[in-house]
């Protein structure tokens, strides 16, 4: 066994209707004013205006952001820091899908120690505490409320460059199933494969150890089991909370044992064309576990049973077997089968597969991966 660490410093609330502890959670950290980073879409159906009225309720008042998008970039990044800076408050409230707690975490750096985001890129870059974040997740899938991973794209580049540092864990995280009930079916699809992408990478890494196996397997176990229930009804409870905390621990999963070529080659698809990162994982997923079969097939055999709708008992198991189920589950929640129906142009595979291979992530996946593996990938995910 190889040596390892873990670390859990955060206080995480779990619960139908946890959002009502927002308020109290403020106080303790005893601040005066709150700076709510979200998206349009939450503020157009009074979402953002609801956390609001929560924190008033309580005599703590808030300014918002609310213009992040699926792919935020440094610009957002420094137009979301203005804003904070000019509401003079003293903490964030992250409030949204995977987007806005990037956004979030970025803003809390810049606004501590000033400069571009692009300042701290990589790890060890940032040199101390920051702004005080409350985490809430309202999607199940970046598990970003329990990461120390800010992801910002840089459109100079495009390229999605990474912050790391455990400064970036919020302090509290509210994980409210109600708040994911209103999600639209596609964005709760690719959410959700992104949350097993999480989970299955992180149990199939190098890097992953008896610690990091404790949460991915049961976020597989939680995620395989819920995630067609949930997609096909989003008012679910049972299957709402699932995927929330299935969610929570890929996120910490990861966090201990990071993850491998599928996210190291999604990332490069989402900078250069802007398709959603849980699509772009979908997409690539099944090519690349058929790649690390050889290398990781002794694990196949538990995140198939967890992610196969109806086993086959008679039929013996073989490792392919779970890139197929991989398909039909993409196919299943009406996820594209192929990089070239989300609009990827082959002509750029060069330059993503440079981007893929900077990736700390190729690194710990289980089998050796070269540029050359990774245009191969690409080809054949397209």
Known sequence: ???????????????????????????????????????????????????????????IDSASFTETEGNPSTETVAKATEGFKKSKADFIVAFGGGSPLDVAKAVAVI??????????????????PVVPMIAIP?????????????????????????VVSNHLLPTYAILDPQLITSVPQKTA????????????????????????????????????????????????????????VGSLFAGIAFSHARLGNVHAMSHPVSAFFDVPHGVANAILLPTVVEFNMDDAAAKYRYIYECICNEPEEEVAFTPDMLAAELRVLNHELSIPATLSEVGVNSE???????DAMKSGNIQVNPRFTTKKDILKLYAQAY
């Open 138 to 162: 309202t999607t199940a899938g970046t598990g970003s409320e329990v990461t120390a991973f800010s992801v910002i794209t840089d459109h100079s580049r495009n390229y999605k460059l990474t």
């Open 348 to 354: 750029q595979f060069e330059q993503m597969a440079d």
């Open 189 to 244: 699809a690719a959410c959700g494969v992104d949350a097993m992408v999480h989970a299955l990478e992180a149990y199939i890494s190098k890097a992953a150890s008896p610690f990091s196996d404790i949460f991915a397997k049961e976020a597989l176990r939680l995620i395989g089991g819920n995630i067609r229930a949930y997609v096909a009804d989003r008012a679910n409870p049972t299957a709402c909370e699932a995927m929330m």
């Open 1 to 59: 066994m190889n040596s390892f660490s873990f670390s859990i410093p955060q206080n995480i609330k779990v619960g139908a209707g946890s959002l009502s502890l927002l308020p109290d959670l403020a106080k303790e950290l005893e601040k005066r004013k709150a700076y709510i980073i979200s998206g349009p879409h939450l503020n157009k159906i009074g979402m953002v205006a609801k956390c609001q009225d929560a924190l008033k309720s309580a005599g």
């Open 111 to 128: 606004a501590t120690y000033g400069g571009s985001i692009v300042d701290y890129e990589g790890g060890g870059k940032v040199p101390g």
